[in-house]
């Protein structure tokens, strides 16, 4: 048995087709057929016209246990499949294996690091946040579903000129009792209020002074650093967790900072490094341009920590593959890390890839944490849940706060993955928690009609008869269910969770049509539990892919 359509169909083809199984497609018009072969391309091959060889080839395709009916059309071999022998391979299928029929072992042995989220700790997760953690938590999930091994990397920003502004202000402003009590957003507060003074020299000087004296390990300041850094630090980990994500490696700029001066030796030793202006560090890359690795005062930047990330990384995991998700805005950044330690000799640097994707935005626009005009995650998912408690309100739910929670959460990471990654996306709260539409709350809704469905029959076992699934519309949720392999090897291949997003809404459409048009409970047991075996497999089937996208389900809703 197999889940795959195709799969089933080669099996049942002459060896003159199989050796052209590649050519095998899809029908976009189910009415023209399941699958369709273009002959054109055979053309040269065969020396005659595609018209010739279509009905040729369906002379040879007779009909056999899956083949029902072969058509030549104007140089296509138009193939309808035995929609009863499909419906219950697939199903049988699935009652045997259950959800494990998706999942893999291609990975089985590679590690993959992916480094997402990596939130500046000066600064609270905002919207621009948002799209790194999901889809790097997205990526993540899929990964694993494929075998892989996969450490999260959270390489947050514990480091550099914002930390000597945060530390400054602290020991202008602070109040002890303040941050015992309010914790990251006094320290936020801090940080804002200190921005406020950006471009005045005295501030900037005492700003970069600060940062500086940290580096230079001053025992007054490391002591008051190492205080702050673990609040925000723990203010971090708990709003990533209430995205659902948890990581491995919390290593970030700091522990780096210390591996800089031996990566720059590594450098100059090499002949990569040269002299700037005013005594700075840098590295000509040519045509990707200068990269500064050391300011004129000594201090470090992001590439000069990112580059020993990466070998260290390697030392401990062995990674087969290091992925980064940032915004496109950092793609030559990463090239040019990624350059730099090609021309030092580290293969591994090849294994490297940088996911970049467009920006998310409120219908308001931009957010600067700097100026404190934020959109505060936190304030996003509490101010969603808000909403959905309000659209819910009069459906007298037992479970309503979990709903509300469950669809404020949904709505609000789905807006990651609606589209490509690469493309820009504006997050509009009141579309996102539309019951109708393309939304998270839909496929939420869909998956607890369908359990809703399942209860009301109370049937625990009975004979499964698959011409009860030939029907257009059961036979399509049938089609669907079984592609669902093929849309996870097409989002690994393409790391693109949008594939998955995709294949979901086009499932619960399909499931809806299916049990608005065709009575599933029905007078008739073998009918009613053979149409309850293809709504439950629906079902598992969209929790499966909506936990790939970091939503959550409820039962009743």
């Given at each position: 048995?197999?889940?795959?359509?195709k799969?089933?169909?080669?099996?049942?083809?002459?060896?003159?087709?199989?050796?052209?199984?590649?050519?095998?497609?899809?029908?976009?018009?189910?009415?023209?057929?399941?699958?369709?072969?273009?002959?054109?391309?055979?053309?040269?091959?065969?020396?005659?016209a595609?018209?010739?060889?279509?009905?040729?080839?369906?002379?040879?395709?007779?009909?056999?246990?899956?083949i029902?009916n072969?058509?030549?059309?104007?140089?296509?071999?138009?193939?309808?499949?035995?929609?009863?022998?499909?419906?219950?391979?697939?199903?049988?299928?699935?009652?045997?294996?259950?959800?494990?029929?998706?999942?893999?072992?291609?990975?089985?042995?590679?590690?993959?690091?992916?480094?997402?989220?990596?939130?500046?700790?000066?600064k609270?997760?905002?919207?621009?946040?948002?799209?790194?953690?999901?889809?790097?938590?997205?990526?993540?999930?899929?990964?694993?579903?494929?075998?892989?091994?996969?450490?999260?990397?959270?390489?947050?920003?514990?480091?550099?000129?914002?930390?000597?502004?945060?530390?400054?202000a602290?020991?202008?402003w602070?109040?002890?009792?303040?941050?015992?009590?309010?914790?990251?957003?006094?320290?936020?507060?801090?940080?804002?209020?200190?921005?406020?003074?950006?471009?005045?020299?005295?501030?900037?000087?005492?700003?970069?002074?600060?940062?500086?004296?940290?580096?230079?390990?001053?025992?007054?300041?490391?002591?008051?650093?190492?205080?702050?850094?673990?609040?925000?630090?723990?203010?971090?980990?708990?709003?990533?967790?209430?995205?659902?994500?948890?990581?491995?490696?919390?290593n970030?700029?700091?522990?780096?900072?210390d591996?800089?001066?031996?990566?720059?030796?590594?450098?100059d030793?090499?002949?990569?490094?040269q002299?700037?202006?005013?005594?700075?560090?840098?590295?000509?890359?040519?045509?990707?341009?200068?990269?500064?690795?050391?300011?004129?005062?000594?201090?470090?930047?992001?590439a000069?920590?990112?580059l020993?990330?990466?070998?260290?990384?390697?030392?401990?995991?062995h990674?087969?593959?290091?992925?980064?998700?940032?915004?496109?805005a950092?793609?030559?950044?990463?090239?040019?890390v990624?350059?730099?330690?090609?021309?030092?000799?580290?293969?591994?640097?090849?294994?490297?890839?940088?996911?970049?994707?467009?920006?998310?935005?409120?219908?308001?626009?931009?957010?600067?944490?700097?100026?404190?005009?934020?959109?505060?995650?936190?304030?996003?998912?509490?101010?969603?849940?808000?909403k959905?408690?309000?659209?819910?309100?009069?459906?007298?739910?037992?479970?309503?706060?979990?709903?509300?929670?469950?669809?404020?959460?949904?709505?609000?990471?789905?807006?990651?993955?609606?589209?490509e990654?690469?493309?820009?996306?504006?997050?509009?709260?009141?579309?996102?928690?539309?019951?109708?539409?393309?939304?998270?709350?839909?496929?939420?809704?869909?998956?607890?009609?369908?359990?809703?469905?399942?209860?009301?029959?109370?049937?625990?076992?009975?004979?499964?008869?698959?011409?009860?699934?030939?029907?257009?519309?059961?036979?399509?949720?049938?089609?669907?269910?079984?592609?669902?392999?093929?849309?996870?090897?097409?989002?690994?291949?393409?790391?693109?969770?949008?594939?998955?997003?995709?294949?979901?809404?086009?499932?619960?459409?399909?499931?809806?049509?299916?049990?608005?048009?065709?009575?599933?409970?029905?007078?008739?047991?073998?009918?009613?539990?053979?149409?309850?075996?293809?709504?439950?497999?629906?079902?598992?089937?969209?929790?499966?892919?909506?936990?790939?996208?970091?939503?959550?389900?409820?039962?009743?809703?």
């Amino acid at each position: 048995m197999n889940m795959d359509i195709k799969e089933l169909l080669i099996k049942d083809l002459p060896i003159e087709i199989k050796e052209h199984q590649e050519l095998i497609v899809k029908c976009s018009d189910s009415k023209k057929g399941d699958y369709t072969i273009p002959c054109f391309s055979l053309a040269k091959e065969f020396h005659k016209a595609p018209n010739l060889i279509a009905e040729e080839l369906a002379d040879k395709l007779q009909q056999t246990n899956i083949i029902e009916n072969v058509e030549a059309v104007n140089g296509y071999l138009n193939i309808f499949l035995n929609r009863e022998v499909v419906s219950k391979n697939i199903v049988d299928n699935f009652v045997r294996k259950g959800q494990k029929i998706f999942c893999s072992e291609e990975g089985k042995g590679k590690t993959i690091c992916i480094d997402f989220s990596s939130a500046n700790l000066a600064k609270y997760l905002h919207i621009g946040h948002l799209s790194t953690t999901i889809l790097g938590e997205c990526i993540a999930r899929l990964f694993e579903n494929a075998g892989y091994k996969v450490v999260r990397i959270n390489f947050v920003g514990d480091y550099g000129t914002p930390f000597g502004k945060i530390i400054a202000a602290y020991q202008l402003w602070g109040n002890e009792d303040d941050i015992k009590t309010r914790g990251v957003d006094a320290i936020q507060d801090l940080y804002i209020e200190f921005c406020k003074h950006e471009g005045e020299e005295e501030f900037d000087n005492l700003a970069r002074d600060t940062f500086k004296k940290l580096e230079q390990k001053d025992p007054k300041i490391t002591e008051l650093y190492n205080k702050l850094i673990a609040i925000c630090l723990e203010s971090n980990k708990q709003e990533t967790e209430a995205l659902g994500v948890k990581f491995d490696d919390f290593n970030g700029e700091r522990y780096y900072n210390d591996m800089v001066d031996d990566f720059v030796k590594q450098l100059d030793q090499k002949g990569f490094l040269q002299e700037g202006e005013g005594g700075s560090k840098i590295v000509d890359l040519g045509n990707l341009g200068i990269v500064l690795i050391k300011k004129s005062d000594g201090t470090s930047l992001y590439a000069t920590r990112d580059l020993p990330a990466v070998v260290d990384r390697y030392q401990k995991y062995h990674f087969y593959k290091n992925y980064y998700v940032t915004d496109v805005a950092q793609k030559l950044h990463f090239e040019q890390v990624f350059k730099i330690l090609q021309k030092m000799g580290y293969d591994y640097a090849n294994d490297c890839k940088h996911i970049y994707y467009g920006r998310i935005r409120l219908p308001e626009g931009k957010i600067s944490s700097r100026l404190g005009k934020q959109a505060l995650i936190r304030d996003i998912i509490s101010e969603a849940t808000s909403k959905a408690r309000e659209v819910i309100k009069d459906r007298n739910l037992p479970n309503a706060e979990q709903v509300a929670k469950v669809v404020g959460l949904g709505a609000t990471v789905f807006t990651v993955t609606k589209n490509e990654k690469i493309k820009d996306t504006v997050f509009d709260l009141n579309e996102a928690l539309r019951f109708d539409g393309e939304t998270s709350p839909y496929m939420q809704y869909t998956y607890a009609r369908l359990s809703s469905i399942l209860r009301k029959a109370d049937i625990k076992d009975g004979k499964f008869d698959a011409k009860y699934l030939t029907g257009d519309d059961a036979y399509e949720v049938v089609k669907i269910v079984a592609g669902f392999k093929d849309a996870l090897n097409q989002a690994i291949e393409r790391i693109e969770p949008n594939v998955i997003n995709k294949y979901t809404m086009e499932l619960c459409k399909a499931v809806n049509k299916f049990y608005t048009t065709e009575r599933v409970l029905t007078d008739n047991a073998t009918e009613t539990f053979s149409k309850c075996q293809l709504i439950k497999i629906a079902r598992d089937t969209i929790k499966f892919a909506l936990n790939l996208l970091c939503i959550d389900t409820v039962e009743i809703m």
